[in-house]
């Protein structure tokens, strides 16, 4: 029997928790088959109020993770702890498989405050290097691992996301006039620049053909106020949207702009490309993998940068729409099903070891 961490299943709309959602539902339909996995959500969390119920969750946290799940897996008689989110226990009475999704925080150090980088090096690095395999969703992720944690290539498994395609889309649907941005409102997934970009783009757009306006789903971050602050004119922050108006946001979009400065996949793009929806995204880490070559590319994340980019992009309406088909097709490869039974795979490898 594998026990799998399913306790970020209970916070906000994330890709992890999109991960390990799918995962599970994959894994219940009984497709993957051969193993009992069963996933454990452990205690909610406290309302995030201040700096007490900061600490409050930190110390639920360590507590689930290095005491409780590790005695849930002695009780149960698991054979295998699965740990989807960079950290493991310390100590566990059955091997570990854990799945670094990123590792931004070592990469991009300036873009996360200076305890959250402690705990996650801290973590991380001993859970990788503890951990009888190693899941990443890249083959950047998997060097990253390999480089910075010194982690044997011969221990890592990569296992790509998946992305959910409709088999129904309905009728395909004029493409409006926006730009398109999803993912958390942080330093490293660079909106405040892509905000200011595209007023930049919007104040010098010719107007033919028709200017894009830009919607920015997602919230929360530690660059939410920067954000919020450089929004003028022709952009609207939606915040978390559910997942049928995201399908439909996709639909419609004209582009999906992602300028990441560090990603371990990059699912918001797998899921435009999954709805004909054509891509902008920063020529780095995983996206250049997850891109393909029927991505747009920007090697120049700055506002100016940006703008150029947008200007460029959105020139040529029916060149974009050509491009979206293609990234049907790129998107193709990737599906959740897989996702399971390959992770499915790595269980059945790390149980026989």
């Given at each position: ?26 894994m219940g339909a009984g497709a993957p088959g ?127 996301l998946g992305v959910r395609h409709d088999p ?34 919007l104040s010098a757009a010719p107007p033919d ?145």
């Amino acid at each position: 029997m594998v026990l799998a961490d399913g306790r970020l299943l209970r916070r906000r709309q994330t890709g992890v928790a999109t991960y390990i959602r799918e995962l599970r539902t994959e894994m219940g339909a009984g497709a993957p088959g051969g193993l009992d996995v069963r996933w454990t959500l452990g205690p909610p969390s406290l309302p995030r109020r201040n700096r007490l119920t900061s600490v409050g969750n930190l110390a639920l946290e360590l507590l689930w993770l290095h005491v409780w799940l590790p005695l849930m897996a002695w009780w149960t008689r698991a054979d295998l702890v699965h740990a989807p989110m960079n950290w493991a226990p310390r100590w566990c009475p059955c091997p570990v498989v854990v799945t670094v999704q990123d590792l931004s925080f070592e990469r991009l150090p300036g873009a996360y405050p200076a305890g959250f980088r402690l705990y996650a090096r801290l973590f991380a690095r001993a859970s990788a290097r503890r951990a009888r395999l190693v899941i990443v969703s890249s083959e950047a992720t998997g060097r990253d691992v390999e480089e910075l944690y010194g982690v044997r290539r011969d221990r890592i498994r990569v296992v790509p996301l998946g992305v959910r395609h409709d088999p129904d889309p309905g009728p395909e649907l004029p493409r409006e006039p926006f730009v398109l941005s999803v993912g958390v409102l942080d330093a490293r997934k660079r909106i405040a620049a892509l905000v200011e970009g595209h007023w930049r783009y919007l104040s010098a757009a010719p107007p033919d053909p028709p200017p894009c306006r830009l919607v920015v789903v997602g919230g929360g971050g530690g660059d939410e106020e920067a954000v919020r602050r450089a929004v003028r004119e022709g952009c609207e922050i939606a915040g978390f949207v559910p997942p049928k108006r995201l399908s439909e946001l996709y639909r419609l979009a004209t582009l999906l702009v992602y300028p990441s400065a560090h990603e371990g996949f990059g699912l918001p793009v797998v899921e435009a490309m999954a709805h004909g929806c054509p891509v902008l995204v920063a020529r780095n880490s995983s996206l250049v993998e997850v891109g393909g070559d029927v991505a747009l590319y920007l090697d120049d994340a700055s506002p100016e940068g940006i703008a150029a980019a947008l200007a460029d992009a959105l020139a040529d309406r029916e060149a974009l729409r050509e491009r979206g088909e293609a990234s049907r097709r790129q998107a193709a490869r990737y599906s959740w099903a897989r996702t399971a039974q390959e992770t499915m795979a790595v269980y059945r490898e790390a149980i026989g070891a």
